[in-house]
């Protein structure tokens, strides 16, 4: 029982000491767009966190929460392609892997490493990419822009739109999070 005390304690003072921060209101912004129509749709409610401690990143996204300017593209984007009924959420867990290159304690813009595990559509794959750390004022600011091949995550386009939607999509990530209390 001492030992599970000691662990607990330990524990508990790892946390204490934890810069976590964190948003619920993220930007998402997913384009597929072919050479004869633009496909383009903006989440503005992406989940993330970040320990500034360990680099740890962790991203949820709700997948229905993706507005187009047209209300069929939303349909079909949730319905045919993301199939969000049956994968309602997208998740990023990963870590920044150069968080000896970051300063979360100084103002400035750093350039940030990032890998881990991107799931969409219920398939997961390693991913690796670049982003941009900004801290300023006491809030932290991650944007990012990457690419992703539909085919890598289960979603096929049919024979009739081929030519409308790209076979890989871009992904632009803007998020400002707040130090959790």
Same mark, same amino acid.
């Given at each position: 029982?001492?030992?599970?005390?000691?662990?607990?304690?330990?524990?508990?003072?790892?946390?204490?000491?934890?810069?976590?921060?964190?948003?619920k209101?993220?930007?998402?912004?997913?384009?597929?767009?072919?050479?004869? @129509?633009?496909? @383009?749709?903006?989440?503005? #409610?992406?989940?993330?966190?970040?320990?500034?401690?360990?680099?740890?990143?962790?991203?949820?996204?709700?997948?229905?929460?993706?507005?187009?300017?047209?209300?069929?593209?939303?349909?079909?984007?949730? @319905?045919n392609?993301? @199939?969000?009924?049956?994968?309602?959420? #997208?998740?990023?867990?990963?870590?920044?892997?150069?968080?000896?290159?970051?300063?979360?304690? !100084?103002?400035?813009?750093?350039?940030a490493?990032?890998?881990? *595990?991107?799931?969409?559509?219920?398939?997961?794959?390693?991913v690796?990419?670049?982003?941009?750390v900004?801290?300023?004022?006491?809030?932290?600011?991650?944007?990012?822009?990457?690419?992703?091949?539909l085919?890598?995550?289960g979603? #096929?386009?049919?024979?009739?739109? !081929?030519? *409308?939607? #790209?076979?890989?999509?871009?992904?632009?990530v803007?998020?400002?999070?707040?130090?959790? !209390?």
């Open positions: 029982m001492k030992k599970i005390i000691i662990a607990l304690f330990a524990f508990a003072s790892l946390q204490a000491g934890a810069q976590k921060y964190m948003t209101a993220g930007s998402i912004n997913f384009a597929a767009s072919g050479p004869l @129509e633009k496909i @383009e749709g903006n989440n503005k #409610s992406a989940a993330c966190l970040l320990d500034t401690k360990t680099g740890a990143l962790d991203f949820i996204v709700q997948i229905k929460s993706f507005v187009f300017d047209r209300q069929l593209m939303q349909e079909h984007f949730n @319905e392609y993301l @199939e969000s009924e049956k994968f309602p959420k #997208s998740m990023f867990k990963g870590s920044i892997s150069n968080l000896s290159a970051i300063n979360f304690d !100084k103002d400035g813009e750093y350039a490493q990032v890998q881990g *595990k991107l799931t969409i559509h219920g398939v997961s794959k390693d690796k990419t670049t982003g941009k900004v801290v300023k004022n006491g809030k932290i600011t991650l944007s990012s822009n990457f690419s992703v091949l085919s890598d995550y979603i #096929s386009i049919p024979g009739a739109v !081929k030519d *409308k939607v #790209s076979k890989d999509a871009k992904i632009t803007n998020c400002t999070l707040d130090k959790m !209390k």
